[in-house]
């Protein structure tokens, strides 16, 4: 049964206007930043928000149209949540809790206690069926409350950040948790998330939500790979220099004009250098032709760029100057984070190569990337830097 929703919300300043698709055994990560309406979104989903306009239906079952006056109750909806805090009943042990829903679903209480027995059994908990929930770990009770959702056999599950509240040890055990049990699972499911490696992981679609409206849609790693909005390439741990394309190139924002070429996969060479006003020659590839005026985008790993504190002179690679704005210790690298004109960019170098070069926050220096690392495409408008 596939979900099908386009709806719109209204709350003072603020409004929401998704459409999105869900097909049974898939998984739609929704990524956004704080105040983007990922909770509204759920919230009209699961019915404790009743849309402005809009209709929702699964498998056929209409649960709300708003032109035709239908609204199915939450109750009645068969919604599994699994929120970022458990939310378990804190007198009853892990099996009581699980065996709650199908209990109030109608099944005896031997039937019931089965089921529960079943679903702790899936997520790796049955050694904690007589445990209260103050006898658990954080991770432990998330596996309780999955079970607890998955008990009641909802026809959509809806998980909201379900790893924010657990510790850097209990997270990654509970993704792994969650990839295991989804794929197992022939129900829709919707997941809401800030992290962009459970979307990667967990997810089989992807959209991004920005100031209550979709910006981006489709398989999750085509997003991340090829982002359209600078939220995105953000999250995704990429740079992206926008703008437009223009006279045989791409002009960025503020003036700055970067030349590529205007045929699939292929590279131009020619552009200026400068900081104001002036050229900067970025080559890459191009995976569909632009037309003149058309908003694009130059994207690109900072793991692929190099540091010089010297244009390099004669390099096939692209050079772009840079104000230096900061220094971030990243595991065994150094993210250097800088800025052509208004668009933020951002290069991973080894500490030894930041101690060489005596980087510090306000120098110009250059990041140096290979036409090959760059990849120009076509961006939705009112894209800007990463």
């Known amino acids: 049964m596939s979900l099908r929703a386009d709806i719109e919300v209204r709350r003072d300043e603020f409004a929401l206007g998704a459409e999105l698709t869900v097909a049974p055994g898939r998984v739609l990560a929704v990524l ?3 105040g983007a309406g990922k909770s509204t979104l759920l919230s009209a989903l699961s019915g404790l928000l009743t849309p402005d306009r809009g209709r929702i239906e699964l498998g056929g079952h209409v ?35 699980v065996a709650f829903g199908p209990r109030a679903s109608g099944l ?13 059994s899936e997520v790796d908990a049955a050694e904690l069926a007589d445990r209260k929930p103050g006898q658990l770990s954080g991770g432990q009770a998330q596996r309780v409350a999955l079970a607890r959702a998955l008990a009641a056999d909802p026809k959509l599950l809806l998980l ?37 490696l459970d979307a990667v992981v967990l997810a089989d679609e992807l959209v991004v939500l920005l100031d209550g409206r979709i910006v981006e849609a489709g398989p999750t790693r085509q997003v991340l790979s090829r982002p359209r909005e600078a939220f995105t390439a953000r999250i995704a741990g990429l740079n992206l220099l926008p ?6 190139g791409l002009e960025l924002v503020g003036g700055t004009t970067a030349s590529v070429a205007m045929e699939p996969g292929s590279g131009a060479a020619g552009g200026a250098e400068g900081q104001d006003g002036a050229a900067v020659a970025l080559h890459g590839r191009v995976a569909e032709p632009l037309e003149a005026g058309e908003p694009a985008a130059a994207v690109f790993a900072p793991s692929a760029v190099a540091v010089h504190r010297d ?3 004669g390099s096939p690679r ?16 150094v993210r250097v984070r800088g800025a052509v004109r208004d668009c933020p960019l951002a290069a991973d170098v080894t500490p030894a190569a930041v101690a060489d070069l005596s980087l510090v926050p306000g120098d110009e220096v250059w990041f140096v990337v290979k036409a090959a690392e760059v990849a120009i495409h076509p961006v939705s408008g009112g894209s800007s830097g990463a």
């Open 32 to 34: 956004g930043p704080n």
């Open 63 to 97: 649960w709300l149209d708003t032109e035709r006056r239908v609204r199915v109750p939450t109750h009645r909806r068969g919604v599994g949540l699994l929120a970022q805090n458990a939310l378990l009943f804190p007198y009853l042990t892990a099996l009581e809790n």
């Open 108 to 120: 005896g209480k031997a039937e019931a206690r089965r089921t529960a027995a079943h679903w702790l």
């Open 160 to 196: 909201d950040e379900p790893l924010a509240a657990l510790d850097i040890d209990a997270a990654p055990a509970m993704r792994g948790l969650l990839h295991r049990v989804l794929r197992r699972q022939q129900r829709p499911t919707v997941l809401v998330t800030h992290d962009v």
């Open 243 to 248: 703008g437009v394309a223009a006279d045989g």
């Open 311 to 313: 244009r390099p002179h």
């Open 318 to 333: 692209n050079t772009i100057p840079v104000r230096l704005t900061g220094l971030e210790p990243r595991g065994d690298v």
